[in-house]
């Protein structure tokens, strides 16, 4: 015979409309309680209608997690996988499920947000990105549906709840860094300029450059893909000039692989020809060699309190907008040395 709510309400010690409340994750109700109704229900092996139930609360009980463009290149980043876990961790808890975009192109990722929408599939958005004048953005903004933004908004930022990392001054520091061992000749590499996180350490690295007086050619500020391919790209460029630099910073891990394989090649070593700086502190930043100083994000953090804020909104649609700043710490290892000209 099925378990019913009576069945739970029993062995639970509430009344049946508690058990219901519990179901719906009616905030009135204590934690206590529901810990205790939910382990009679998982003792029973008791398992509620969610389709009925979420018709009746006009909810989902499941976020839409969005990529930057297309989802086969994002996923090549250690960044989204972990980014991912963070959220996954924190939807599980509160029994909500993913659904991630898949879309190959910006087209393809716009309306696949459009059918998450309007076909009530999510109660909430989570952009992985934050873009200048992304119609994504626009989009939602256009139809007051809760979401919230890894990164920081290009706009409205007081109007849009979003998790960040203080990038500007995380690159500042890193590049400081380089300055304060030496280096003279100090180039960027890092992602396209349409993403705030690319600006904003770019701005953080330009703003010590110029604090320090050394030279900023626009040579040694290089935008390519988030991609160990752009690593690859940007030493070809950089170390083809009459001036190449002594000190790098790399805006991401991934990108600092490639850096670090195509240097090899072209004959010249870690760190006593070039010095490098990093963003993320992926796990491969530990095994490279030699092992990155790169800045730890606390990537999985990003997502579990991304997930925490979009729950929190799409629970109450006048929650007010929150700016959440994740601490970094720099993970100082063995790709940088004292230069001497």
Do not use: W
Request: glycine letters at 6%; proline letters at 5%; hydrophobic letters at 35%.
């Amino acid at each position: 015979m099925a378990v019913t709510i009576k069945d739970v309400a029993k062995k639970a010690g509430v009344a049946p409309s508690t058990v219901s409340r519990v179901i719906a994750d009616n905030p009135r109700i204590s934690l206590d309680t529901k810990k205790r109704v939910r382990k009679a229900m998982k003792d029973l092996g008791y398992h509620p209608n969610i389709n009925a139930r979420n018709l009746a609360v006009r909810s989902s009980q499941a976020i839409g997690v969005i990529m930057p463009s297309s989802a086969d290149k994002a996923l090549q980043n250690p960044f989204f996988p972990e980014v991912l876990r963070g959220i996954g961790s924190f939807a599980h808890e509160t029994e909500y499920s993913l659904y991630v975009s898949t879309g190959g192109n910006d087209k393809e990722v716009y309306e696949e947000v459009q059918r998450m929408v309007y076909g009530n599939r999510v109660d909430g958005i989570i952009l992985l990105y934050s873009r200048i004048a992304d119609p994504v953005q626009k989009f939602l903004t256009d139809n007051k549906f809760p979401f919230v933004i890894v990164g920081k908004p290009s706009e409205q930022e007081s109007e849009i709840t979003y998790v960040d990392n203080d990038n500007f001054k995380a690159s500042k520091d890193l590049t400081n860094h380089l300055i304060d061992i030496g280096h003279r000749h100090i180039a960027f590499i890092g992602g396209s300029t349409e993403l705030t996180v690319t600006v904003d350490r770019l701005n953080g690295y330009k703003s010590a450059i110029r604090e320090a007086n050394l030279p900023l050619p626009m040579e040694y500020m290089i935008h390519t893909e988030f991609l160990k391919s752009g690593g690859r790209d940007a030493v070809e460029q950089l170390f083809a000039l009459d001036q190449p630099p002594t000190g790098l910073v790399v805006a991401d891990d991934l990108m600092t692989l490639g850096v670090i394989n195509t240097l090899e090649e072209i004959g010249l070593s870690c760190p006593e020809d070039v010095s490098l700086t990093s963003f993320n502190n992926l796990y491969l930043s530990e095994i490279t060699t030699p092992p990155l100083t790169t800045v730890d994000i606390q990537i999985y953090k990003l997502g579990v309190q991304s997930a925490r804020c979009l729950i929190e909104k799409a629970k109450n649609k006048d929650e007010p907008a929150k700016r959440i700043i994740v601490p970094y710490e720099i993970k100082f290892r063995q790709s940088t040395r004292t230069f001497s000209e």
